[in-house]
């Protein structure tokens, strides 16, 4: 038997066996400082309300890799603290850092072959950052597979709720839909 965890002075509240659970589980992947500002403000109105019985709210950070940050409890005071230690002050630490890469005087000279190297530089990047977007987004898409899989015992209603600012789509991804699909979770 589930048993939710007692806030202070209230009695622990146990799963209803007549009722089907019901899980939501926000799932985040790398976000910038609005979105997190804005998955902030969203977990905030959320944790405001009642919860009704047999849900269930768990808290996994996919990025860099799977991690549960909150496992499951019905105390929606606890999802909006891991929320916190996911998207607070700690990420808003880039802000202001010189970016890396400016020009320099020999590229801003006008010389073709300065230009043609800056291009070449320029091409390196580009196709480095596709291939870190595909890895990463083969990452996300594996982290969020093992969590619809490590759902599919639980019968009831099973919400992901997914943050991040890109998903790169493909085969991987419809497998991941199938599977959810499949095994009762909604995203």
């Known amino acids: 038997m589930i048993k939710a965890a007692p806030r202070l002075g209230e009695r622990p509240r146990r799963l209803d066996p007549t009722r089907q659970v019901r899980l939501i589980l926000p799932a985040f992947d790398r976000l910038g400082a609005n979105g997190r500002a804005l998955v902030r403000g969203a977990v905030e109105d959320l944790a405001k309300r009642s919860i009704p019985p047999n849900q269930y709210d768990a808290v996994v950070q996919l990025d860099p890799s799977f991690r549960i940050v909150q496992p499951f409890a019905s105390e929606p005071y606890l999802m909006k603290w891991a929320v916190e230690r996911l998207t607070g002050a700690r990420g808003a630490r880039g802000a202001g850092v010189p970016q890396i890469g400016q020009p320099t005087k020999e590229i801003r000279s006008g010389d073709p072959a300065a230009a043609a190297m800056a291009d070449a530089l320029a091409e390196m990047e580009a196709r480095a950052a596709e291939m ?41 991804l419809q497998a991941l839909v199938g599977q959810a699909n499949r095994n009762n979770v909604a995203f």
Not at 151 to 169: N, Y
């Open 132 to 172: 870190v977007r595909e890895r990463q987004g083969t990452a996300t898409v594996q982290g969020l597979l093992s969590m619809v899989l490590g759902l599919r015992r639980i019968e009831g209603r099973k919400t992901a709720v997914f943050f991040s600012e890109k998903l790169a789509g493909g085969p991987l």
